[in-house]
């Protein structure tokens, strides 16, 4: 299957180095992702007609949001990895659990992590909590997508073996030995771009038109229902492509399911993205039923 893979492309993780400094595209692509999405915030909050009222935020408390949202989303997203992926490593080494330069980061974590800074952040301002998440939902999109592509360049969250025209041959130990699945060389999918495309192109499509053509804000919850259902259905289609974390794998289990149903299963992303999915639903009934 070789052959007909495509070969990765010579892309190196660092922009550039300065002295001790490196500018990474993984930095970047967050950096960038959260500008785009605070200017998609503010051009929200700055069009009264989509709303019922006036506008949940001033651009100024979108600015203090976005703060909180940093903070939520590096202390979630590293306490989430810990506790979801790796606990016994953490437990045997606690000095490296706030060491999130080494790399690390899981995106239920981050999503709690923001859910509890944008509770406290509208108790604080005596906003509505559901419009805020409403806000946040819309803005989330770009940097799912940066971030996504960005694990690509980075060779990273490989997807499983494939031999499909389109299936990547990624450098270093993906390129090796799969997990006993096939032997040798192999190309696996580029489920990195896969959920690039879910998540932040399709889904991100979605909630921008329902908001700025449909009125979505003038009914809260709906956008973040819309959101919490259509990540965790992405999330949960692209399982299906991306291999699992190495903790998982083994040689009876080299798929890494962490629930076996019959000689199927289903994995750690999977079983994280179905609270999420059953949340969303319930969450778009309330809306409406309210609306």
């Given at each position: 299957?070789?052959?007909?893979?495509?070969?990765?492309?010579?892309?190196?993780?660092?922009?550039?180095?300065?002295?001790?400094?490196?500018?990474?595209?993984?930095?970047?692509?967050?950096?960038?992702?959260?500008?785009?999405?605070?200017?998609?915030?503010?051009?929200?909050?700055?069009?009264?007609?989509?709303?019922?009222?006036?506008?949940?935020?001033?651009?100024?408390?979108?600015?203090?949001?976005?703060?909180?949202?940093?903070?939520?989303?590096?202390?979630?997203?590293?306490?989430?990895?810990?506790?979801?992926?790796?606990?016994?490593?953490?437990?045997?080494?606690?000095?490296?659990?706030?060491?999130?330069?080494?790399?690390?980061?899981?995106?239920?974590?981050?999503?709690?992590?923001?859910?509890?800074?944008?509770?406290?952040?509208?108790?604080?301002?005596?906003?509505?909590v559901g419009s805020v998440a409403d806000v946040?939902?819309?803005?989330?999109?770009?940097?799912?997508?940066?971030?996504?592509?960005?694990?690509?360049?980075?060779?990273?969250?490989?997807?499983?073996p494939s031999d499909a025209p389109w299936a990547?041959?990624?450098?270093?130990?993906?390129?090796?030995?799969?997990?006993?699945?096939?032997p040798g060389l192999c190309a696996r999918h580029?489920?990195?771009?896969?959920?690039?495309?879910?998540?932040?192109?399709?889904?991100?499509?979605?909630?921008?038109?329902?908001?700025?053509?449909?009125?979505?804000?003038?009914?809260?919850?709906?956008?973040?229902?819309?959101?919490?259902?259509?990540?965790?259905?992405?999330?949960?289609?692209?399982?299906?492509?991306?291999?699992?974390?190495?903790?998982?794998?083994?040689?009876?289990?080299?798929?890494?399911?962490?629930?076996?149903?019959?000689?199927?299963?289903?994995?750690?992303?999977?079983?994280?993205?179905?609270?999420?999915?059953?949340?969303?639903?319930?969450?778009?009934?309330?809306?409406?039923?309210?609306?």
């Amino acid at each position: 299957m070789l052959p007909a893979a495509i070969p990765f492309p010579d892309v190196s993780p660092e922009i550039f180095s300065i002295g001790g400094f490196a500018l990474r595209w993984y930095a970047l692509a967050y950096i960038v992702g959260i500008l785009i999405g605070w200017r998609i915030a503010v051009a929200a909050v700055t069009r009264p007609a989509i709303w019922t009222g006036d506008p949940v935020m001033t651009p100024k408390q979108v600015e203090d949001l976005l703060t909180g949202i940093i903070l939520g989303v590096i202390l979630g997203g590293r306490i989430g990895y810990v506790l979801f992926y790796q606990p016994g490593y953490y437990l045997q080494n606690p000095g490296e659990i706030l060491a999130v330069w080494q790399g690390g980061m899981a995106f239920h974590g981050g999503f709690i992590g923001v859910g509890v800074a944008i509770v406290l952040f509208s108790w604080r301002n005596k906003l509505h909590v559901g419009s805020v998440a409403d806000v946040l939902a819309l803005a989330t999109a770009p940097a799912l997508l940066l971030g996504r592509v960005s694990n690509f360049v980075n060779a990273e969250l490989w997807g499983r073996p494939s031999d499909a025209p389109w299936a990547v041959i990624f450098p270093g130990q993906a390129a090796q030995d799969c997990a006993g699945i096939l032997p040798g060389l192999c190309a696996r999918h580029p489920s990195q771009l896969y959920e690039a495309a879910l998540e932040g192109i399709v889904l991100g499509a979605l909630l921008l038109y329902l908001a700025f053509r449909r009125g979505a804000f003038k009914t809260p919850w709906l956008l973040t229902a819309l959101f919490f259902a259509g990540y965790g259905v992405a999330r949960f289609i692209v399982e299906f492509f991306r291999q699992a974390d190495a903790q998982f794998i083994t040689a009876e289990n080299p798929w890494g399911h962490v629930i076996a149903i019959g000689p199927a299963g289903i994995t750690m992303g999977q079983l994280l993205s179905l609270p999420m999915i059953i949340i969303g639903v319930a969450l778009f009934v309330w809306a409406r039923r309210r609306a």
